[in-house]
């Protein structure tokens, strides 16, 4: 079965860049989207399709994908960033998500 | 601006069947996909299936035999069936709409999610 993997935490000092990647199989010939999801809240998109983002998402928030890794990067990175972090894509007619990635703000 | 809200019990018993119930306010049901996604506690998001207004449907292969997933347009809900839960079905239940464009489809918004806890 498809699978995503993403590292389980990223680090990143305030007004600095994140980048967290996720890594599949051909994923750059698949959409990716991306969830933040904050302790005790659902998750919410910030990024879908690779590289589009929903209205209401800071432009701090982008995306991109190519080969086998898509990658969600946040310039700027503030504190109201922490959160765990997801990806995922569709495989088979079946939503896959990556394993999640903690982002901490220090 | 669409809102979801799911519904139902909060505590099932081993080998019996949960059952919740997404309602859709702010709009209509008609016209989208709706999706069920469940988090255990402490883990990642795992997609269960969707459904259409149709009532077409598409499943995860891992519950494809212990799930079903219906919608009501009179009542702009849809609904879960998990039968014969175990403790590992011990999760926050999600649900929420898909959007659907071309191949890239993605989940916005979400429901706020109800614990359901498998336990005698």
């Known amino acids: 079965s498809y699978e995503l993997a993403q590292p389980p935490s990223v680090s990143v000092s305030p007004g600095q860049t994140a980048s967290i990647t996720c890594s599949g199989d051909?994923?750059?010939?698949?959409?990716s989207s991306w969830y933040q999801q904050k302790p005790g809240q659902s998750p919410v998109v910030v990024i879908y399709q690779d590289d589009k983002r929903p209205s209401g998402i800071p432009e701090r928030f982008s995306g991109s994908s190519s080969g086998n890794t898509a990658t969600l990067t946040i310039s700027g990175t503030q504190a109201m960033d922490e959160a765990d972090y997801y990806c995922q894509a569709w495989d088979s007619n079946t939503a896959i998500f990556g394993g999640g990635t903690k982002l901490t703000v220090l | 601006q669409v809102q979801l809200q799911e519904s139902g019990p909060g505590l099932v018993k081993p080998s019996e069947t949960l059952s919740l119930t997404c309602t859709v306010s702010?709009?209509?049901?008609?016209?989208?996909?709706w999706s069920w996604i469940r988090q255990p506690p402490g883990k990642g998001l795992e997609w269960i299936g969707f459904?259409?207004?149709?009532?077409?449907?598409n499943y995860n292969p891992s519950f494809k035999s212990r799930v079903t997933i219906s919608v009501d347009t009179s009542k702009n809900q849809f609904s879960l069936k998990v039968n014969s839960v175990t403790a590992a079905d011990t999760a926050v239940y999600y649900c929420?709409?898909?959007?659907?464009?071309?191949?890239?489809?993605?989940?916005?918004?979400w429901g706020q999610g109800i614990l359901v806890t498998v336990s005698s």
């Open positions: 702010g709009g209509s049901i008609s016209g989208y996909y």
């Open positions: 051909k994923l750059g010939d698949k959409y």
């Open positions: 459904v259409y207004v149709s009532g077409r449907t």
């Open positions: 929420a709409r898909l959007q659907v464009a071309g191949i890239g489809h993605w989940f916005d918004p």
